[in-house]
Structure formats: C-alpha cells, structure tokens
C-alpha cells in the first residue's frame, strides 16, 4: 500500500515498521456509524499506531482548502497500524467530513501524535469519565490504568440509550461501569456528575479522576470532586491551528499561568483550569464557523435536493446552539 | 576588465523598484514590489564598483560572491549569475526579498559611504526570479555516498542544510509537521513580501537533488531524535525546528478573544488561506482597529496583513523608538505608506474587555529611553502617571518568540536555560551525530542567518560522516574564496567521494 521503499536500503530497513514515502497517504479503512452525529473513522498510519499513547491527539486536515481540527486519537491498533477517531458532526468541517470520508478514500492531512501522553501509573484505583464528545477518548486511558493494575471505574454519560456506543470495550476493561443518560432509557438517570457521586459514594478511596468531554461538563466533574480532595485531570479541547507550539490560539489558564494545551498539555489538573476562559475563547469563531455551515448546507441542498442525509436547515440551527459548534475539537 | 570604475563614474542613483501604489496594495495580497526589470539591473549593476577586498562578501551570512555576480549581470551573463549565487545560496528569490541587506552585504558596500549603497538584494532577487521563469535550476552531478541524512523542520535552516548534504551525495529526507514545506516562509511572511510560488519554485529546486519532503511529521512525537538514530537508519540528523513559540506580555486581559499572536495571524491568512474564507475553511479574526504590538518584521507583516483584511486603521504600539525598531528599514517604509500609523514609546499595562469576552480597549502607558542595557539600546522606562485608554477591538502580540519545546519534551538533548537547544562552535549537540542550527539554537534571528546555520552545520555534518572537504571547508570558512588547485575551487562542495569504512 504504501509505495516507494527508500532507495538502496531495504535491507537496513528490514524490521523496522518505520515506513517512508514522498507523500504518505492516510487512507481511511474502516468507518461505523453510531448514531447520525457520530461517527467512528480508522485510518491507516503504522508509524502513528505505533507511536500514540493515551490522551494523545492528532490534527486532521480532510481536504486541500479544509482547516486543521484537533481530534483525540480514541484508540490505535499497532498489530494493524490503525489509529480510531470518533468524530461528532457539529460544525462545518465534521459535517463534510460525515459525507466524505467513506472507506477507501483518504484524508489530506493527517498529524500526530501530538500533546503530551496522559500519566497512567500510580493511581491504584480510577474513575475514568467521558461524556459526550469524550466518551470515545477516555476508552484508551481506561484500558492504559487496567493494564497498569489499577481499579478502573468507567463513567460515561449519553442524552439517551440509541446513543450509547462501545458499552462492550467499555466493559472488558473496567471494573465498574457506569452509564449515566439524561432520560434514563439506560444505566442510571442523570447527569454524569451523578454517576460521580454514586461511584465516590462506594469507593472513598477513589485516587485519581480522569475526565474527558466538553467543558462545562469537566467543570462540573471538577467541582464534584473537589470537596473530596480527589486528583483529577482533565483534557482540555481549545481552539488550534498548528498543534505545534505555534499560533498560541489553544492558550488556557491553569493556576493562573498561561499554557498552550498542545504542547504543556492537553491534560492539565482539573481543580486548577479556568474553565470559564477556556469557554470563552472556544467561541472565539462561532460567527465565523455558523456562517459557513450555513454556506455549506445551503450549497448542498442545492447539489443534492432532498437528499436525506443531510441535516435540514432547522436540525442544523438546533446543533448550533447546541453548547458550542467547537467542541468538536478534540472532542472525538 | 574593461575600464576602471571610481564612484565619480558609475550611475549616482540606484535604479529604483517598481511597486504597487500604496492604496491599491494596501487592499490586496499581491506582492508590493514588482521586482526590477532588464534595464534596472543592468544600471544598477553599473554601480558596483567591483572592489578587490569585498566587504559585501564578509557581509553576506552565506558569503556571496557578491560582486562576481554582478559583474556577470552587467555582462550580460545572466545564467553565469545564477550559477555563481548558487554555488552558495539555492534560494536567492528568497533571500533577495526578505534578507535585512541594510544591516548586511549593503550596510558595508564601500559605494554606500558616499550614494546610496548598491541594492544588492534587489539584483539577487533579479536572478532569482529570472532563473524560476526560465525554469533555470543547478544539479550537479551527484554521486551517492550511502549516507542517510534526516532533517527535522523544512524552514530557512533545513533547506539550506538539506541542499548542502544532498549535493554532498547523501540521501536526505526532510520531516515537517505542516502540510506544506517551508516553515516561517510558508506561514509568517506574508504573499506581498514573499509569494507562494516563490517557495515552491525553490522547494521544487531542492527535490532536485533529491531530497525527499515528508510533511504532517511531527518529529519528537511520531519517532523521537533518537529512534532516526536508532532504528531509522540515519547516520546523522539536523534539526532546525525554529524558536516559534510566541511570547505573550502577561498583562491582564491577553486571553481575550480578540487578542492572539502574530503567528496565530500570520498562520490562519498564510498558511492556511483565511483571507479567502469561505472558500478555505480556516476563519480568521477581523479587528475594525487593531493595535499590534512589537515593532519588528513580524509586526510590521502582521500590521500589514490587518489592512489588508479590511481593519479600518492599524497601530503600531512600541515602548522604544523608530531608532531601535528591529524592522527592516524597508518594511517600515512600506507600512508607513501604506497607512499605518506608529505609536513610539508607548506600551499596554492592561486589555480592557466590553463585558462579553471581547476587547474594547487597552490601557497604555508612555515610556522614555533610560540608561543602555545589555542589548546596546536605551532601555525604554515607564513615565509615571502617564497611562491613558487606547480604543482597540483586536490586540496582536508580535514581541518574540520562544524555542519550540517539543523535541526537548521527546529526547535527552542538553538544552540551554531558555530551553533552546544546546549546540558548540560547529553546530554539534550533546548526541553524536546530530546537529541543530538556526532559531532553535540561537532564538529568533532572520531567514538568512538560519540558512548560514543550516549550511555550516552541514559542514560539520560532512566532517562527522568522513566526507572529503568537509574539514577544509570548516577551517577557512570565507577565506580562499579566489583560491584555486589545480583549476578546482577550494571552496568546491559539489562533489564528494565514498568513505571507505
């Protein structure tokens, strides 16, 4: 699959999976459907699949005029050399991404892994917790603390059962499960602050809290294990351009000091990240980023009239006001 | 040689450059100088005097041999030109428009004490930009030494290292995170001053000679330093990953929206096409009266970028003077003319916001120059009781940049205090068999340095792997640039024999 062996030194190279050609191509070889916001995509990327660790994300570009999105790598294969992304269509460019990226085609830009792995020794036993965008990225870090030894207690929070997705990898790995769903068709009814409360209830001796989805609920994840005094990390999904160090566009506070989630993060301590700021300036371009999803549904509603699979103008008004168009960044 | 020249005989004033009106510009990316044409470079290679101890070579970071090829264009070999700037620079379209000539190869051209110094890199970027239209490039013979050369960041520093080690006949891949190679050509400087095609015209003059770009590598985080060593394969590795880390002032109200850095800006319209939103996906933020802060290229590219986004006025706020501005004399020009206005002595204490996360004004200060401080330039202090509110919607930090931490995170390189990386005299690090040169281990400089840094760690490269010459060219770097043995230059980098192991 991928062309080109380096020239005159196949030998040297044999063994090793490092694998180079003048433009890698990062084909998309399996893709699930969840429910009609999300969708999973694997993508083929041995040197990727080798590298990433838990917590990690990668920037994707999906075509040559698209923008750079950060997406939390929510599982790899090294034995395959796939990387997983599970992406919720909430703005413009994971909406095009939803019709355009079918098995066989590529994406156009694809890089990682990037931020610094998440710290998965120590803790003896551990609440992994994801809700909505994060429930696909928090599967990694509770596979990472079993297989270090820890009690993993997963919590995943859904609006409702048909959204519910990866309950069986969820359960292989983890000690306890929790499924908490805001109209109680499965696991327990509520929040996912809740399903905290329930968990931290049974076992005081909780160490270490992970928590990974959009802001406001890792606010209120931090805020439910504060009294208790529990460590918990959140990853942090800013706005990005480069995921390098670069722009300084993903800058949160934490502690009061300034840092740039893609390199001195994205985990940071929960109790310690102004998550009022980080919410801020997620909205940064929510003008901007309606305008062209407007642009964009209007102009294929015009190719493809009727087309069902398209989100109609007032679904997509009701995703937009949804908390905010940007937290498919890093979601997953 | 014809006739002798003197400063009383040749053309007393420099041909002068085309450019786009200063109105029509200032609304467009197009670049602002249109370049000189056939007649303007040969009057304006009439003006150089040709001098025997060329202060313009000892000038030039690289060592061009200035004069020689503009004797060539005032002979009208034009071709010779070409061949003898890239005998020591591959990218003189590039060099000839972004390189500060005044602090450099013009500041000591011996014409300048009297007239207006020879506009040397207006004449570079002539040849440039002629070799591109007429498809001109030089591929030496090259003959495969079996050396496996990785190069980590395709900036000024890679590409200028990655030529030198390819022409030497090692296999050289160049790793870049981005989707596009060329660092802080592609993403800082801006299409007016440097165009696109301009760097792609170059990057394709590198692939060449063979050298292979692999983009979206995220080197550090993808494969380590040490696994190129390792288990890639490389026999030696350069890294020039740039000091792009933007500083921010640390004043209340800088994570406002409305306030970024210049690279964030420069990023979103450069790279990745903003200034054409919608029809490229990435927004960017569009201030009606934008202040930027900092004074030097990148503000000036920055300030100029706003106009040309539309913002109705553009500020300049520095806390020193137009004196000790780090611009490029003609950048500031340019940003005058074109409607910027500069606020000297003047800096922000405080971002005010309209109550909704955005920015409605900055809280300034006015400073005066005091005592010299380790720069050299008088350091600008505070006026007490001299703040005042400045209306601003979008606030952008251009007052530097810091090292790129991620290869210090991903290996156990010895880094400095400031965690740039830690390099001796001839570019070597603390791990056998890998360099590092240009802003990551000298913080923040310009293009051209970069490239002086790329090419003598390729010396050292050279001399590391055993490579004939190499030492040579290490120790008497710039001197014998007339000497010849047996007709063959010296300096003669172009070839280079196997090493028996």
Same mark, same amino acid.
């Given at each position: 699959m991928k062309p080109k062996n380096r020239r005159g030194s196949s030998n040297a190279q044999a063994g090793s999976a490092v694998e180079t050609s003048e433009r890698r191509k990062f084909e998309i070889v399996a893709r699930e459907d969840f429910s009609d916001v999300t969708y999973l995509l694997e993508i083929h990327h041995p040197l990727m699949a080798r590298a990433a660790k838990p917590g990690q994300f990668v920037i994707v570009m999906s075509h040559e005029h698209g923008e750079r999105i950060p997406l939390t790598i929510a599982d790899f294969d090294r034995l395959k050399g796939t990387i997983t992304l599970v992406i919720q269509a909430v703005g413009k460019t994971t909406r095009e991404m939803q019709q355009s990226c079918q098995v066989g085609t590529a994406l156009y830009g694809l890089v990682g892994p990037m931020g610094v792995p998440s710290h998965t020794g120590g803790a003896r036993k551990v609440a992994c917790v994801g809700g909505g965008l994060g429930v696909a990225p928090i599967f990694p870090l509770a596979r990472a603390f079993k297989e270090n030894g820890a009690y993993v207690i997963g919590i995943v929070g859904f609006r409702t059962k048909d959204l519910v997705f990866w309950e069986d990898k969820f359960r292989a790995c983890c000690d306890e499960f929790i499924i908490c769903t805001n109209d109680g068709s499965a696991g327990i009814k509520g929040l996912i602050t809740d399903g905290i409360e329930l968990a931290i209830e049974k076992h005081p001796d909780i160490g270490e809290l992970v928590a990974i989805g959009p802001p406001i609920m890792m606010k209120a994840c931090a805020e439910a294990t504060r009294p208790h005094k529990i460590k918990t990390v959140v990853s942090v999904n800013p706005i990005m351009v480069d995921g390098t160090g670069m722009c300084g566009g993903c800058r949160v506070k934490v502690g009061g000091q300034v840092k740039f989630a893609c390199v001195d993060g994205p985990d940071f301590d929960g109790h310690q990240v102004d998550f009022d700021d980080l919410m801020s300036r997620l909205r940064r371009f929510s003008q901007a980023e309606r305008a062209a999803t407007e642009r964009w549904s209007e102009s294929c509603r015009m190719k493809n009239p009727g087309s069902p699979g398209l989100p109609s103008p007032d679904q997509s008004g009701e995703a937009l006001a949804l908390p905010d168009p940007f937290e498919e960044a890093k979601g997953g | 040689m014809a006739k002798k020249k003197t400063i009383r005989t040749i053309p007393q004033k420099r041909a002068p450059m085309r450019q786009q009106d200063a109105h029509r510009r200032a609304k467009n990316f197009e670049e602002v100088n249109c370049g000189y044409g056939l007649e303007d470079a040969l009057h304006e290679a009439e003006r150089c005097l040709d001098c025997p101890d060329a202060a313009c070579i000892e000038g030039c970071p690289v060592g061009i041999d200035i004069p020689g090829f503009i004797m060539k264009i005032g002979a009208k070999d034009f071709r010779g030109a070409y061949d003898l700037i890239t005998q020591t620079n591959l990218l003189p379209a590039i060099c000839g428009r972004v390189c500060p000539q005044e602090s450099q190869c013009e500041g000591v051209c011996p014409v300048g004490e009297t007239l207006e110094p020879v506009a040397i890199g207006r004449l570079e970027r002539w040849v440039g930009d002629l070799a591109i239209a007429e498809g001109w490039s030089n591929i030496p013979y090259i003959e495969p030494n079996g050396f496996k050369v990785g190069i980590v960041g395709s900036g000024p520093a890679g590409m200028a290292c990655a030529a030198d080690m390819a022409k030497a006949g090692c296999d050289v891949t160049v790793y870049e995170a981005f989707h596009q190679a060329g660092g802080v050509l592609r993403y800082g400087i801006p299409d007016f001053r440097l165009p696109n095609e301009v760097i792609d015209a170059e990057v394709d003059n590198l692939r060449k000679l063979g050298i292979k770009f692999e983009c979206n590598t995220l080197v550090g985080r993808l494969f380590t330093i040490e696994q190129m060593i390792d288990e890639m394969d490389y026999d030696a590795v350069f890294i020039g990953t740039g000091a792009g880390y933007p500083q921010l002032m640390g004043i209340p109200g800088d994570s406002l929206n409305g306030v970024l850095s210049a690279n964030e800006l420069l990023t979103r319209c450069n790279l990745m096409r903003a200034r054409e939103f919608p029809n490229y996906d990435t927004p960017v933020p569009i201030g009606r009266r934008v202040a930027v802060i900092g004074s030097g290229n990148t503000a000036m590219d920055a300030l100029r970028v706003c106009l040309r986004l539309g913002a109705e006025k553009v500020h300049c706020i520095y806390r020193r003077t137009q004196a +000790?501005?780090?611009?490029?004399?003609?950048?500031?020009?340019?940003?005058?003319? =074109?409607?910027? +206005?500069?606020?000297? @002595? &003047?800096?922000?204490?405080?971002?005010?916001?309209?109550?909704?996360?955005?920015?409605?004004?900055?809280?300034?200060?006015? %400073?005066?120059?005091?005592?010299?401080?380790? /720069?050299?330039?008088?350091?600008?202090?505070?006026?007490?009781?001299?703040?005042?509110?400045?209306? &601003?919607?979008?606030?952008?930090?251009?007052?530097? !940049?810091?090292?790129?931490?991620?290869?210090?995170? &991903? /290996?156990?390189?010895? @880094?400095?205090?400031?965690?740039?990386?830690?390099?001796?005299? /001839?570019?070597? &690090?603390?791990?056998?068999?890998?360099?590092?040169?240009?802003?990551?281990? !000298?913080?923040?400089?310009?293009?051209? =340095?970069? %490239?002086?840094a790329g090419r003598k760690a390729a010396r050292s490269m050279k001399a590391y792997l055993g490579i004939r010459n190499a030492d040579a060219a290490g120790l008497t770097e710039r001197q014998g640039s007339s000497g010849k043995l047996f007709g063959i230059d010296l300096n003669e980098r172009n070839f280079a024999r196997v090493r028996v192991a």
């Open positions: - | +000790e501005s780090p611009a490029r004399a003609e950048e500031l020009h340019h940003a005058e003319e =074109e409607g910027v +206005e500069f606020h000297w @002595l &003047t800096s922000p204490v405080e971002i005010l916001d309209d109550g909704k996360g955005k920015v409605r004004a900055m809280r300034c200060i006015r %400073m005066e120059l005091g005592e010299p401080d380790a /720069s050299g330039r008088r350091r600008p202090v505070p006026v007490a009781g001299s703040e005042f509110e400045f209306e &601003t919607d979008m606030v952008v930090f251009a007052i530097g !940049t810091n090292a790129n931490p991620i290869i210090g995170q &991903t /290996s156990k390189l010895n @880094l400095d205090k400031r965690g740039y990386i830690e390099a001796d005299a /001839s570019l070597a &690090t603390s791990m056998a068999g890998v360099f590092a040169g240009g802003d990551i281990v !000298t913080g923040a400089a310009t293009v051209i =340095e970069a %490239m002086g």
